[in-house]
Structure formats: structure tokens, C-alpha cells
């Protein structure tokens, strides 16, 4: 025995074997086997014909189903059954009556428990019946003509504004529903109309680029009344790109923490003197750190490392510098400010990376 307190021993003193599944009578509490689990099969004491409701028993003559009324005993029962015989069903369980429902095409025969009823003529069909042309359903015809008289209904409205835009009266009927048809005589001065339209379009904006570039030309170029003194023509001038357009072309390449909520994010460039090849970076930061904080971050984002491969001390090599534009100068930032604090500070400027003793060039 390597379980003994596994399973139960039957209480019937003629079996008394070890069951590791045992049943519980609900009559007498007692534990059973699965062969002595019955009331009947261990002559259960408490058991009676009043304890127990209806139940069915299988005749072993004709094999069908016998109903046991409560408070009856099923032999009785089965003896009365076979005494009377077994062809005239006394005490046969009653057969189930059918939910299954006729179609209603006559020449299908066919009984279904799922149907469908059609919404036009409702009545109930099979599912091979179902739709209104497998039935021969008498309202099609009548939503035939009905589709038809919408249809033709809308094209005469269709015409109509059609005629009142265009003021052509060619149609032709077709059917049912009439269009507009243009000859090929309209069609071809149509189109003319249009190619002449286009080439006046492009002409009158010749016109424009033109004496807009005269304009500009007059203004850089300017000759003086008096003999041999001429001036030099004026550098023209560079539009500085949007500070929209800058920051999305920054959104492009930038580096940074995705857990960084995109409204707190800051996009910067990133230059150094110390470091050329940083000068076309990008990256972003939290609004809500520090100066310092965003630059160990910057520095670890873009792997800045000495040549020898010794840690890059960023808090004694590197300052913050801030400018609005590459040309402005910048401006040493402090370390302990908040980037939210700073009210100059927003995406699109340049972050200089330098020793806290580094000037702007000035040449």
C-alpha cells in the first residue's frame, strides 16, 4: 500500500474493497463503491419509493423507454409492462413532439428546425427556400416596378439640372431613363475652350515671374547718375527656414527615450568644438529635467568616449551653451535649471557642448 490514506473502503459488508473514487449515498451518508453506489444496490435503509421522483427504465424485451412515476416501484412497473405486452405501450415514456416547422412552398415537403419567415409575404420557409425568387414570391414583381420608378425618378431630376447648367437640349431616350448625349462637334469646341483657357493661365503667370524677377534684380543692381561710380551689389538676403520646418526635419533624426511623454519633449541640435563629428546630431529631451541631467543624457545617447576608452567625465569637460540659430551666439546655460524654466529655451535651438570656459568665436 503506498497510499493508504488515499480513497475509502465500500461500507457494503460483501464487498468492503478499497474505491480511490468513492460515492457518498445523500440517503444514508454512508461511502460506496461505483458498484454499490445506488440506494437499491446496498439496500440503503433510509431509502423509499417517496424519496425519489420520476424515472426512466429501459424494457429488455422491446427496448424502449418506460416511465417510473414517483412513488411507484420500477419492477412493478416493468412487470405490469410486460404482462400487458410490449406492443401495446403501457407505460411507454410519451414521444417528444417535434418543433420542427413545414415550409411553406408546396411542392417542398421538407421539415426544419431553423426557418426563416420572408418579410414580404410572411410566410415561413426553409433555408433552400428562403430568399423571395426560390419561393416565387408575389411581391417581387411589385418592388421590381417599384425600383424601376426611383430609378427613373432621380434620372429625370439628373436631366433636368443638367439641362438648366448647360442649356443643351440634345437627349436620348433609352428605355426607361434618358441622358444628355453632346455631338462631336460640342465636344471638340468644348475642348478647345479649355486648351485655350490653359494657355492664357500660363501666359498671364510668365508675366508675373517676370516682373517679379525684374523687381528683384532692379533692387539688388543700382547704378549712381554721376560717371564711374557704380555700387556694389547688395548680398541678397537668406530666408531663414520656419521653426517649424526645423523642428520636423530634427523629428527625423532625433535620438532620445521613447518613455519621454512626445509633450514634454524638447528637440535640439546638438554642436562641438570638441567633438566635429557631433555636429550633425539631433536629439530630445525631457522638458522637465535639468541641464545636467539632459546633458549625461545627450552624452549617453551619442556615446561620446576619450580615445583610450576611459570613461568620458562629462561634468568636467562639458558645458551647455544655448542658442536660437547657429549664427547667434550662444549662451552658457546652468546646470541646475529646469528646461521648463527657461523661457528661451524651446525645440529647434542649438545645444553647444563645450568646457565652461569656451568663447564664441568672434571673426
Known amino acids: 500500500m503506498e497510499f493508504p490514506t488515499v480513497g475509502a473502503h465500500c461500507d457494503s459488508p460483501s464487498c468492503q474493497s478499497l474505491d480511490f473514487l468513492p460515492f457518498q449515498c445523500t440517503f444514508c451518508q454512508h461511502t460506496f463503491c461505483s458498484t454499490h453506489r445506488l440506494p437499491a444496490d446496498h439496500a440503503c435503509t433510509n431509502w423509499s419509493m417517496e424519496s425519489h421522483a420520476n424515472s426512466v427504465q429501459v424494457c429488455p424485451l422491446c427496448e424502449l423507454l418506460l416511465l417510473t412515476p414517483k412513488q411507484h416501484d420500477p419492477a ?85 439640372i443638367a439641362q438648366k447648367l448647360t442649356g443643351s437640349t440634345a437627349t436620348r431616350t433609352t428605355g426607361t431613363t434618358k441622358g444628355l448625349v453632346m455631338t462631336p ?40 547718375a554721376s560717371p564711374g561710380i557704380v555700387t556694389v551689389p547688395t548680398k541678397p538676403t537668406v530666408k531663414k527656414a520656419s521653426r517649424v520646418v526645423t523642428v520636423m526635419k530634427i523629428k527625423k533624426t532625433a535620438v532620445g527615450e521613447d518613455k519621454i511623454p512626445i509633450s514634454s519633449r524638447v528637440y535640439v541640435y546638438i554642436r562641438s568644438p570638441m567633438f566635429p563629428r557631433l555636429d550633425d546630431k539631433s536629439v530630445y529631451v ?16 551619442l556615446k561620446i568616449t576619450l580615445p583610450n576608452n ?3 567625465d562629462a561634468q568636467k569637460r562639458f558645458s551647455v551653451f544655448h542658442a536660437k540659430e547657429l549664427d547667434d551666439t550662444p549662451t552658457l546655460l546652468n546646470m541646475q535649471d529646469r528646461l521648463q524654466h527657461i523661457t528661451t529655451v524651446e525645440s529647434g535651438d542649438v545645444f553647444f557642448l563645450a568646457p565652461a570656459d569656451w568663447s564664441w568665436p568672434t571673426n
Open 310 to 312: 576611459e570613461p568620458f
Open 76 to 160: 412493478t412497473i416493468l412487470k405490469e409492462h410486460l404482462e400487458a405486452g410490449c406492443d401495446k405501450g403501457l407505460h411507454n415514456l410519451p414521444k417528444v413532439q417535434s418543433i420542427a416547422v413545414l415550409c411553406a412552398l408546396p411542392k417542398c415537403n421538407r421539415r426544419d428546425r431553423v426557418v426563416q419567415t420572408c418579410p414580404d409575404c410572411s410566410q415561413t420557409f426553409c433555408l433552400p427556400h428562403r430568399q423571395p425568387p426560390d419561393h416565387n414570391c408575389p411581391k417581387i414583381e411589385e418592388r421590381k416596378r417599384a425600383a424601376e420608378a426611383e430609378v427613373t425618378r432621380r434620372q429625370e431630376i439628373k436631366d433636368t
Open 185 to 224: 462637334e460640342e465636344k471638340q469646341a468644348q475642348a478647345k475652350v479649355k486648351a485655350e483657357a490653359a494657355k492664357a493661365a500660363i501666359a498671364e503667370a510668365k508675366v508675373k515671374i517676370a516682373a517679379r524677377c525684374s523687381s528683384a534684380r532692379s533692387d539688388a543692381i543700382t547704378t549712381t
Open 286 to 301: 525631457d522638458k522637465t529635467w535639468t541641464v545636467g541631467r539632459s546633458m549625461d543624457k545627450i552624452v549617453e545617447w
